[in-house]
């Protein structure tokens, strides 16, 4: 069973740069999981801000990029504003077009 | 603009059939993908499962013998049975567009709250 991991928690200070990671235990994350990235603000349903590794929405704000390093998927805040707080999910595709949802990064900003 | 709301009773007893809609407006139901996904009290999501323009369905494992989805083209709805409710079964269910990788998870609905309890 595949099970995706990221950071629980990360700080970072308003106007920095910050990079979540996610893993998968079967191998390296690689551009065949479409990684996605999500974000959810308490009550409220998740966003994705990033699709397919590196493709973002319309409403994505153009600070937020992803992309695949060290056999992880990763997502980069450059820039980080006080509304970017919020819990991060990675979302994964399986062979078996399964999703697979990391287990979230708590992001504080402060 | 495409808009999901999911719909469904808020209590379930324990051992009963949870029964979820999802209305879709602005979107016809039979051109997409679409996932239920849900999220315990605390914790972080999950994946149900998805259901294809085709009709066909593909499950979360590990919850795979007690779901059903199905679509009703008439009505532009989506609709989720979980058998066999337990405490673990609550959460919020959410909807969702999924496009995979040509856009992800792109529409959500505002997620319904469901509590297994006696």
């Known amino acids: 069973q595949t099970v995706v991991t990221q950071e629980p928690s990360l700080t970072v200070s308003p106007g920095g740069t910050v990079t979540l990671t996610c893993a998968s235990n079967?191998?390296?994350?690689?551009?065949?999981?479409?990684p996605d990235w999500l974000q959810q603000k308490p009550g409220q349903a998740p966003r994705t801000l990033i699709y397919?590794?590196?493709n973002k929405h319309s409403w994505t704000p153009a600070r937020f990029s992803g992309s695949l390093f060290g056999g992880r998927a990763a997502l980069t805040v450059s820039g980080v504003q006080f509304e970017d707080e919020a819990e991060y999910y990675c979302?994964?595709?399986?062979?078996?077009?399964?999703?697979?949802f990391g287990g979230g990064t708590k992001l504080t900003v402060l | 603009q495409v808009q999901l709301q999911e719909s469904g009773p808020g209590l379930v007893k324990p051992s009963e059939t949870l029964s979820l809609t999802c209305t879709v407006s602005g979107a016809s139901i039979s051109s997409y993908y679409w996932s239920w996904i849900r999220q315990s009290p605390g914790k972080g999501l999950e994946w149900v499962g998805f259901i294809s323009p085709s009709g066909s369905t593909n499950y979360n494992p590990s919850l795979n013998s007690r779901v059903t989805m199905s679509v009703d083209t008439s009505k532009n709805h989506l609709s989720l049975r979980v058998t066999s409710v337990t405490a673990a079964d609550t959460a919020v269910y959410y909807c969702a567009r999924d496009s995979g990788r040509n856009n992800g998870m792109d529409v959500w609905g505002q997620g319904t709250t469901v509590t297994v309890s006696s």
């Open positions: 979302l994964l595709y399986s062979s078996s077009a399964h999703r697979i």
């Open positions: 079967t191998g390296a994350v690689t551009s065949d999981h479409f």
């Open positions: 397919n590794t590196n």
